[in-house]
């Protein structure tokens, strides 16, 4: 038996390069703190120095020794000790095309978002090739992060080319993508459902996505608006048998409803297709109570739900059908870890307050940080209804993070490894990342082709694509929302004394 062992030190860029050329498909992390998952308890099972091998696409075995016995031929070892060893992160929804527009919506309220940086305002700015640079980059980023599962709201598709771009970069990216193909009516490219309907066809009976790690979706906006419409787009689900249907719920003042009930009526939450519902940031208990029994998920995205003003107030009540995502990744953290510490603190935040408001002193804490990771990752699985993601157990899909628990100032000292990894790491400490088994970062650096280069390509596309919007006039805010109800200014708040801090919009020339 003839046995390769790789040495992970942080930065030795010798050592990716050995490992990518490598033949075998099996691998043996050994002598690591394994963060594993019981089926039988739904829980966490915490081992120290122990081993996850990977045969192919798949966890074969988690072990309670670092070296196990009976190891097949050329297995390839690699030194793990001192490390934590984690599932990846599972985001259940992103829009990964927009990584050009970065930092141009930092200030950015919802009803601007719309009229400046979604899809109908992007659809005649973009060429395919920004969509294949900005999608390609920002998926390396999320992977980068630790992100090896994203339910990408792939809204990119305002024609065949941009949707063939946006699918191509995924493919390529190497990360697990369910890629939801978006059908909306883009008046400005007079490109409407109709005209997408055969391009998603064409897509789906292409093969294209056989033998990658890309999966087909649907994304879908309008349920209820168009009757005969929304009946198209479920049929399309069914026919494909996709591998899911994602659509934006808010509700409210805002007015974008898709509502469990309004899905419900076309019978789509009762077929085997999971359904992912982004945000509900003002579900009902009745549609709380639908989602617990037609067993479909929420996605909670918590930076976005602040950053853009939607909020979450009654999140927290059904995180038994929840999961975490990213949103819009060109405003704020592309990592999924940020999103599940944001969401643990807002929720104890929330109830401790519950608690003082009646002049009580709190107990205990309302949520753990273990209850935040499997939010972040076995969650995230069974949103997709895929038991085999988000998890480190034996059958599982080896999707794997390696964080540098061994040399990272911010793990020094550490005891617990979810508390590690939750509150104290950060993406700098992602040493590895393995999607089916391969590694998409290695010793700190991505495994990807030729990475200067589409570094060199996106930051051209970038630069003129921000040209654009800065060209672009801010939209004035006046009389009503589309949704009928009024527009008005909160309370701004100054950091500088007398009111000197005059920079308030979102670029410095």
């Not at 190891?71 to 985001?91: A, M, R, S, Y």
Request: proline share 4%; hydrophobic share 40%; glycine share 8%.
């Amino acid at each position: 038996m003839r046995l390769t062992v790789v040495a992970s030190i942080f930065g030795v860029a010798t050592a990716a390069v050995a490992v990518t050329t490598h033949a075998t498909d099996t691998k043996l992390l050994f002598g690591g703190t394994v963060v594993a998952f019981d089926s039988k308890t739904e829980s966490l099972n915490i081992i120290r120095n122990g081993s996850v091998l990977i045969q192919g696409d798949r966890i074969a075995a988690v072990n309670t020794i670092a070296t196990p016995a009976g190891l097949p031929e050329d297995t390839e070892l690699i030194d793990v000790t001192g490390q934590i060893v984690t599932p990846g992160f599972v985001d259940t929804h992103h829009h990964g095309w927009q990584t050009a527009l970065k930092t141009l919506g930092s200030n950015t309220s919802l009803a601007e978002y719309f009229s400046r940086y979604g899809e109908f305002a992007a659809a005649d700015k973009y060429e395919p090739e920004d969509v294949y640079l900005g999608q390609l980059a920002g998926l390396y980023e999320a992977i980068n992060a630790g992100v090896t599962t994203i339910l990408d709201h792939a809204h990119h598709t305002w024609s065949n080319d941009t949707a063939y771009a946006g699918l191509n970069a995924s493919i390529e990216s190497g990360a697990r993508i369910f890629w939801a193909y978006a059908f909306h009516n883009i008046s400005s490219l007079n490109y409407t459902v109709p005209d997408q309907v055969p391009n998603f066809r064409e897509i789906a009976d292409s093969g294209l996505l056989k033998g990658s790690a890309v999966e087909l979706g649907i994304a879908y906006d309008a349920w209820g608006q168009d009757v005969d419409e929304s009946r198209q787009v479920a049929q399309l689900a069914r026919e494909y048998n996709v591998s899911v249907v994602t659509t934006h719920c808010l509700a409210g003042v805002w007015g974008i409803l898709n509502q469990p009930r309004d899905l419900d009526v076309y019978g789509i939450l009762n077929d085997s297709i999971p359904v992912v519902f982004s945000h509900a940031s003002l579900l009902t208990a009745d549609d709380a109570q639908l989602l617990r029994a037609r067993n479909q998920f929420i996605s909670i995205t918590p930076e976005s739900e602040m950053h853009y003003g939607h909020t979450h107030p009654h999140s927290h009540l059904i995180l038994d059908q929840a999961s975490i995502g990213i949103d819009t990744h060109f405003t704020y953290s592309t990592d999924i870890l940020t999103q599940a510490r944001f969401w643990l603190q807002s929720v104890r935040r929330h109830l401790f307050t519950n608690v003082l408001n009646e002049w009580r002193i709190p107990t205990i804490t309302p949520m753990s940080a273990s209850q935040a990771f499997l939010l972040a990752t076995r969650n995230g699985g069974l949103a997709l209804r895929c038991k085999d993601l988000g998890i480190i157990e034996a059958g599982a899909k080896a999707d794997i993070v390696v964080w540098d628990a061994r040399q990272s100032p911010s793990l020094l000292g550490w005891r617990d490894p979810v508390a590690a990894v939750l509150l104290h790491a950060s993406v700098a400490d992602v040493l590895h990342v393995l999607v089916d088994g391969q590694f998409r970062k290695r010793d700190g650096k991505l495994v990807a082709l030729d990475y200067q280069n589409l570094r060199e390509r996106f930051q051209a596309s970038a630069e003129k694509i921000q040209d654009r919007w800065m060209q672009t006039p801010y939209p004035v805010l006046e009389g009503q929302f589309m949704s009928g109800w009024d527009f008005e200014a909160p309370k701004v708040v100054d950091v500088v004394r007398g009111g000197g801090n005059s920079y308030t919009g979102p670029l410095l020339d």
